[in-house]
């Protein structure tokens, strides 16, 4: 079936950078965008943005431009998202999810990853 | 952007009543493009309802989603244990994407 698996947790320094990847499988990774939504601890679900896997083409939302990288790789099947000059503020699980447009509802979504950025 | 206003931010309930959930939208979702998502502890996201009122593959018919414009309501008819968990509406129709703050379901 269709899934996405991320990778694991990351603690990180503030001041760090962190790169999460989410890897697809079950469907043809170029056919769909991928998503990534951010959810900080007790807190609700944050847009961040999405990659055109076919294309490479992105789109950061505003707050984190400058700050957000969003790639993949088409041979593994893979998208990618590195959060530089992390602050406590960036503490939060990361999710990534699938959508067959940009503007489309998720489905599915990844298990999430924990990033905690603490001194 | 859109920022979305999702009410009760709590509803206690028993198992076997009715659920109503609001998201009000700041201005009107284009097209009516709106999804609700259910949320248990520790798990991701799992959509229930697209477009307004479309129920994802898999989703029992107890859970309803109507409105347009700028108000959205997602209704469960009757509660199952299973349904006790957290809501978020998302709006997909202008860019960029935003979700609505949450409402926690919860049993009473």
């Known amino acids: 079936q269709e899934q996405l698996m991320q990778s694991g947790a990351e603690v990180k320094k503030p001041g760090a950078s962190v790169k999460v990847s989410c890897k697809a499988s079950g469907y043809t990774f170029t056919g769909y965008y991928i998503h990534w939504v951010r959810q900080a601890p007790g807190q609700g679900l944050e847009n961040m943005g999405w990659?055109?896997?076919?294309?490479?083409?992105?789109k950061i939302v505003q707050r984190f431009q400058g700050r957000v990288i969003m790639t993949r790789d088409t041979s593994t099947s893979t998208a990618y998202m590195e959060l530089s000059r992390l602050t406590s503020d960036d503490t939060a699980v990361y999710y990534c999810g699938r959508s067959p447009i940009a503007a489309a509802e998720i489905d599915p979504w990844g298990q999430g990853t924990l990033v905690t950025v603490s001194s | 952007e859109i920022v979305l206003t999702q009410s009760p931010g709590t509803l206690s309930l028993s198992p076997g009543e009715r659920a109503t959930l609001s998201c009000r939208a700041s201005?009107?979702?284009?097209?009516?493009?709106l999804a609700w998502y259910q949320q248990k502890p520790g798990q991701a996201p799992r959509l229930l309802i697209y477009?307004?009122?479309s129920r994802a593959t898999g989703i029992p018919d107890r859970f309803r989603g109507s409105g347009s414009g700028t108000d959205f309501t997602l209704t469960i008819s009757r509660l199952e244990p299973e349904d006790f968990a957290v809501y978020y509406c998302?709006?997909?129709?202008?860019?960029?994407?935003?979700f609505g703050q949450g409402t926690k379901v919860e049993i009473k």
């Open positions: 990659i055109n896997p076919h294309s490479g083409d992105t």
């Open positions: 201005q009107s979702v284009s097209l009516n493009y």
């Open positions: 477009d307004a009122s």
């Open positions: 998302h709006q997909y129709g202008n860019s960029p994407g935003t």
